[in-house]
Structure formats: C-alpha cells, structure tokens
C-alpha cells in the first residue's frame, strides 16, 4: 500500500461547481498536510497547510482533515476555468531530530473547470 | 513573499555533458533546500535534501555522482547532472523550506531534454 493515495482523475467539471478532492494515506505518523495546485509545465504552488483535525478556509478554498480517518479533502467553491490544473495532496511527520521534513506527495489529480 | 527562482526555465544538452541548475530562495532563507524529479503525468520524486554547509542526503536509487548537489548558501543551492544522457530528461523542480516555516515553496521548474 502506497503511503499516499490520490486519484489521478481526470475529472472535468462545469464552471461553478463546487469540486472535491481527496488523498488517503496510511501513515499516522504525518501531521502536517498541504494542497499543491501545479499548471501545466510549472513549478507547484501552496495553496494550503494545515495540521489539525477539522476546516480551513481560505476564500473558495477550504480544506479538510480527518486524522482518524487518515483522509483529506480540498473543496472548492464556485470553481472558475483559472483552477483548471493538476492539484496535489501532500505530507510530511515532523522530524525526529531538527532538520528537514519530507513531503510525501500524491500522484496529483488532474482538474478541468469547463466555462 | 516566499519566492523561489530557478535557472535556467529549460534547457536543450549533447548526451555526455553536464548541466548546472541553480534554485534560489529570493526573499527568504532556507535552511534545507529540495530537489524533485517529475516526469509526465506523474507525481514528484524527492531526489535529494540539501542542508546548508553540509552534504546532501540522497534518495535511495539516486546516484550521488551523477546528480551532484551544492548548497553553498542560504539563498542558493545547484544541482549538477552529470554526463546526462537522454534517460535524464526530465523536469526538475527545486524547494526551499524557510527558517520560520515547516512547509516547502516550490521554484518554476527546469525542463531538461539531453539529444
């Protein structure tokens, strides 16, 4: 079992919708979990970060963690053909010692916003 | 705020020679600098975590002599591909985790194609 799982997609949505995205993992040791939003030939950019259990909104942005559940989900509202990219879940366990955090990613999922 | 820069955006190499990649942090410094292998439709690769003023830590099946690292500042980290070969053509993308923070911001990408 992979540690991160995401569905690749793609998925296609009408401008508007509200989109779900969603990454399972399977190591309890993460704490901390970031959405990417990667376009075409760029580099990935944060969109959030959080690490806690529970909602955080950041405009049409709000994501969503369930430690319990080893589940997270970004939502976006009012979705707008500009959020059409590839969207990546992404990890990290705070380091026993200082030093550097590896993210763990997920394959990303591939989203079309059609006008 | 939190700007990573990386040169060059692309490159076009002969098989058997080298390319030098720089990421640079612009308004910030990292203590550990990231560096990610991405190939189409796929999903990152951590190759390599470098530390300021020490070694970089290699992923298992990454060739440490051939994919050469250099963190020489706060603000500036290279990476080196030796002797590339058309097997090496990728996009690579380097991060940087500030000082203050615990997550990573991502440079633009360098797309790598070895003739």
């Known amino acids: 079992q992979k540690e991160v799982e995401q569905d690749p997609g793609p998925l296609s949505v009408p401008e508007g919708a509200i989109v779900s995205l969603n990454c399972t993992y399977s190591?309890?040791?993460?704490?901390?979990f970031m959405w990417y939003r990667q376009y075409s030939r760029k580099g990935p950019e944060l969109l959030m970060y959080?690490?806690?259990?529970g909602n955080k909104e950041d405009g049409r942005f709000t994501a969503q963690v369930d430690k319990s559940s080893k589940y997270i989900s970004l939502f976006i509202r009012d979705s707008q053909p500009s959020d059409s990219a590839t969207y990546l879940c992404?990890?990290?366990?705070?380091?026993?010692?200082?030093?550097?955090?590896?993210?763990?990613f997920g394959k990303g999922t591939k989203l079309t916003v059609n006008p | 705020g939190a700007v990573v820069s990386q040169h060059p955006s692309w490159v076009i190499c002969k098989s058997g020679t080298s390319v030098k990649i720089e990421c640079r942090s612009l308004?910030?410094?990292?203590?550990?600098m990231f560096w990610y292998r991405q190939f189409p439709k796929q999903s990152l690769m951590l190759m390599a975590t470098?530390?300021?003023?020490?070694?970089?830590?290699?992923e298992q099946g990454v060739e440490k002599d051939k994919f050469l690292i250099n963190h020489a500042s706060l603000t500036l980290s290279t990476l080196t591909v030796t002797s590339a070969h058309p097997e090496d053509s990728s996009f690579y993308i380097c991060?940087?985790?500030?000082?203050?923070?615990?997550?990573?911001?991502f440079g633009p990408g360098t797309r790598l194609l070895v003739l």
């Open positions: 991060s940087a985790r500030p000082l203050w923070g615990e997550t990573q911001y």
């Open positions: 308004d910030f410094q990292a203590t550990t």
């Open positions: 959080t690490y806690s259990s």
């Open positions: 992404a990890m990290s366990a705070r380091p026993l010692q200082g030093g550097s955090e590896k993210l763990v």
């Open positions: 470098s530390n300021e003023g020490s070694k970089a830590t290699y």
């Open positions: 190591n309890s040791a993460f704490q901390y």
